[in-house]
C-alpha cells in the first residue's frame, strides 16, 4: 500500500491507546497528540490515572468527540501520601513508592484492554506507551495488538552509557553509530554522567528492576518506537536512535502547544490579568529575562541564593517564577527565606519574583520577554523556542543536560558554567551567562539569530502537521490498514506484533 492512500482521508480511522508516564512533562505532550490524531478523525483513549486527568487542560472542543479518557485507580501504598499521582506530587523519599504504585496500574490496564478487545468494534489497532510501561507492551503483546514505545530525546539515548560489550565488531555502519554515541557520553560532565548512571542502574527495592531493565522489557516487546522529536531538531542523534536501539524509530515531531496559549493549564487568575502579565506590560520590549526551572527537581536552598544574587549582579530586568527549594522546612508565607536578606528590597526596580501559577505561554510571547533562563525540559525548551527566545541554560537532571548542550551547539543560547564535581554554580557564572544573553551586542546578537533558526522548525506548522501525518500512516503501513481480499480474509499491510 502506497503513501497516498494510507493518507487518503477515505482511509479507515483507527483505534489508538495513549498511555504516559505519570509526569506532566509527558502527559501534556501526549496529549497534545491526542487531540491531533482525533482532528484527523481517530479514536484515541488516553490512559492515565484520576487526578492526573483531572488535572489535564481542557480538550479542544473540535477533538473531543473522539478522545476518551480512561481512569485507572491509582493503586494505594502505605507511606505514599494520598493523591500522589503524578511525580509533581512525590517528595524524593517517596520515589520508590510511586514506582511501587506505577507497577500496580499493570493489572487494571490489563482488564482495560481485555474488555476492548473483547469487542472488534472496540478493538484498538494500537497501543503507544512510555518506555517504563513494561506491562503495558506485556499486555498488549497478550492481544496481538501492535506497541509503539515511546521514547526520551535521541540526544539523551546517544549520551547514556553502555558497556563496552554492546559495541558491534562486525558491521562498520553500526559501530560508527556507537563510536558517535560514546562522543557523545565523553561529553557529559561528571556529576551529570553519575546522576544519569544512577537513574538508570538503580534498583526499585519493591520490584527488583531497573529503570534501564524496565525500558528493555519494553523495547523488547514493542513493534516500532515513536520519538518525540525530529531531525530538524537534532539532526547529530536522530538518525543514531534507530542503530542504538535496534528498532524502527518513528518521529512524532515536537508537538508543539498553539502559540496563543491554547494548551496552558488553567490558573485562578485569567492570564490576561495575571499580575506577572501586567507587570511586564510596564517592562520596555525584549529587556525582561524570564527564568522558570520547572517544578520536578527544584534547587538546593543555597543554590536558589546564588541564582538569586546572580540576577543582580547581571542587572537585567528578570521575572521568575521561583519553586520552593528542596531540603527546606516550611517557609513563610512570603517565601523571605528562599532568597538572601534584601533581596527584594535591592531588586524592586528590576525583577519580579513570584512563587504560585503563572500563566508561563503568555509570558514567553510577551513583547517584555527577551530571553528564557530554562532547566532545558524538553516542553520549556519547545515552548521557549516557539516564540524565538534565546536561552540561558541550568539543566538539573534527566534529558536536560544533553538538551543544553544540543542547544549550545545550535548557538541558541549559554549555559551557566557549573562545577565539574557536584554540578553546583556561582553568582558570578550565573550573571556573566545572563549578561551574554541579554544585553545588547555581538553575544547576544549571535543567540537570537540562532533561536531564530530554531522558532523555524518549532513553529514550522506544515512540517510539524506532517510529522503527525507520517506518524500515521507508520500505524496503518503496520497494522490492519489494508482492505479485505475475496474471500473475506484480511490481509496486513505489515507486521502485527513484535
Known sequence: MDAASLSSPTAPSLRIVICPWLAFGHLLPYLELSERLALRGHRVSYVSTPRNLARLPPLRPAAAPLVDLVALPFPRVDGLPDGAESTNDVPDEDRELHWKAFDGLATPFAEFLAAACADEATRPHWVVADSFHHWAAAAAQDHEVPFAMLLPTAAMMASAPRPPSEIPEDDPATASAFEQAAAAARAVPRYEREAMASFFTGHDPS??????????????????????????????????????????????????????????????????????????????????????????????????????LGLELAGTRFLWALRKPSGAAVLDADDADMLPPGFRDRTHGQGMVTTGWVPQMSILAHAAVGGFLTHCGRNSLIEGLLFGHPLVMLPIIGDQGPNARQMEAKKVGLQVAREEKDGSFDRHGVASAVQAVMVEGEARRGFVAGAAKMQKVVAGTELQERYVDEFVQQLRAYSITASATDDGNVTTAGPTSS
Request: charged residues 20%; contains cysteine; neutral net charge.
Open 207 to 308: 520490584s527488583g528492576m531497573s529503570t534501564i531493565q524496565r525500558c528493555t522489557l519494553t523495547k523488547e516487546r514493542c513493534t516500532l518506537t515513536a520519538i518525540r522529536s525530529c531531525v530538524e531538531w537534532e539532526p547529530e542523534s536522530f538518525p543514531l536512535a534507530a542503530t542504538l536501539l535496534g528498532k524502527p524509530v518513528v518521529p512524532l515531531g515536537l508537538l508543539p502547544p498553539s502559540s496563543d496559549g491554547g494548551r496552558r493549564a488553567t490558573g485562578t487568575n485569567g492570564s490576561a490579568e495575571h499580575a506577572t502579565v501586567r507587570w511586564l506590560d510596564a517592562q520596555p520590549p525584549g529587556s525582561v529575562v524570564y527564568v522558570a526551572l520547572g517544578s520536578e527537581v527544584p534547587l538546593r536552598v543555597e543554590q536558589v541564593r546564588e541564582l538569586a
